[in-house]
């Protein structure tokens, strides 16, 4: 089993930065991705972005390009999302999530394990 806890979600003004964290523990993996989703009242979980854990490869959606950065410390099992000049269309729930997949991949099918959620609310 693997627990997945996010942290860092908030009020935030627009222009303004946020830091979500996702400390994974329980089972190992050698190989997997970590993604950050999201989720805004009455629309789908949509992609943000995604680290491997072997080489550090990244991928972002287009909304989060230039304005996101994923990262990932393997000697704390924490995943990272700094999110940087936010507006208020990027409020919803954050959710992280493991996929068993040493590529990434950008579908919520795809994921194996989900936290909890963190609200980040961003006021214009």
């Known amino acids: 089993q693997v627990q997945l806890v996010e942290s860092g979600g908030g009020l935030v003004q627009a222009g303004g930065s946020l830091t979500l964290s996702c400390a994974q523990s329980?089972?190992?993996?050698?190989?997997?991705?970590m993604g950050w989703f999201r989720q805004a009242p009455g629309k789908e979980r949509e992609f943000v972005a995604a680290?491997?854990?072997?080489?550090?490869?990244?991928y972002y959606a287009d909304p989060a390009k230039g304005r996101f950065t994923i990262s990932i410390d393997n000697a704390k099992n924490t995943v990272y999302l700094q999110m940087n000049t936010v507006i208020p269309e990027d409020t919803a729930v954050y959710y992280c999530?493991?996929?068993?997949?040493?590529?990434?991949?950008?579908?919520?099918?795809?994921?194996?394990?989900w936290g909890q959620g963190t609200q980040v609310t961003v006021s214009s």
């Open positions: 329980g089972r190992t993996f050698v190989s997997y991705t």
């Open positions: 999530a493991v996929a068993l997949l040493a590529r990434i991949t950008t579908t919520v099918s795809s994921y194996d394990y």
């Open positions: 680290i491997s854990k072997i080489g550090g490869s990244t």
